[in-house]
């Protein structure tokens, strides 16, 4: 998707894609990453989500990457936070206690700007991309994330035929196929989601989590 189609999307208010609350499989499987207190966190388009109060109230640093400068200031916003403000060639940083989000392109970000990332959590970052973005997602972005690295990837698995994402199916066998070699990936728990989602439009709908570590 092109850039100005996020930001139009957060100027208009249409954003379906943002939850009200923390999302409950992160709540569920972020322990089998049995990451330590005080590891960092990287999260890609981060938006505005809850998710990151939450793995911050966990004990970890939370570095997020957003587009839109609207998401970053309704986020400290909501939550009564003034971040501290600098730039660099990543875009611009917004840092308050344990969370900082840059608002530029997570494509921008090397590897010296993860090197310390011990964690990655995306919900809704791979499912917004179209397939032709989702290869160079994963062999860049997430080959500049250090060894050992681990992950939590929550993607969403529909007939594609019946909806015209975004939010875009993702199968196990997609994430399989895009993270090997460099990655091992375990199936925690897909889950049937369709009764939830009435309005989804499509005639079957599920959720899976994979686990995912950097090993080579």
Not at 118 to 135: E, Q, S
Request: aromatic share 8%.
């Amino acid at each position: 998707m092109e850039q100005a189609f996020w930001l139009q999307r957060w100027h208009e208010g249409r954003i379906g894609f943002h939850r009200t609350e923390v999302m409950p499989l992160l709540e569920k499987h972020w322990g089998a990453l049995a990451l330590a207190a005080g590891s960092r966190v990287f999260v890609p388009l981060a938006g505005k989500s809850l998710d990151l109060l939450w793995l911050a109230a966990q004990g970890h640093r939370v570095l997020g990457v957003e587009l839109s400068p609207l998401a970053i200031e309704q986020f400290f916003s909501e939550h009564g936070l003034t971040p501290q403000v600098h730039t660099s060639r990543y875009g611009t940083h917004h840092v308050a206690g344990d969370i900082e989000l840059i608002c530029g392109d997570a494509f921008a970000l090397d590897a010296e700007a993860l090197a310390d990332c011990a964690g990655v959590y995306d919900r809704a970052a791979m499912i917004a991309l179209p397939p032709a973005m989702r290869a160079p997602y994963v062999d860049e972005l997430y080959a500049r994330l250090p060894i050992g690295c681990r992950g939590l990837l929550i993607t969403l698995e529909y007939p594609q035929a019946e909806k015209q994402g975004p939010p875009f199916s993702v199968e196990e066998d997609e994430v399989r196929m895009r993270f090997a070699p460099r990655w091992s990936v375990d199936l925690l728990e897909r889950r049937d989601i369709l009764a939830h989602e009435p309005g989804f439009g499509t005639s079957a709908l599920s959720t899976a989590v994979c686990r995912l570590q950097r090993v080579r």
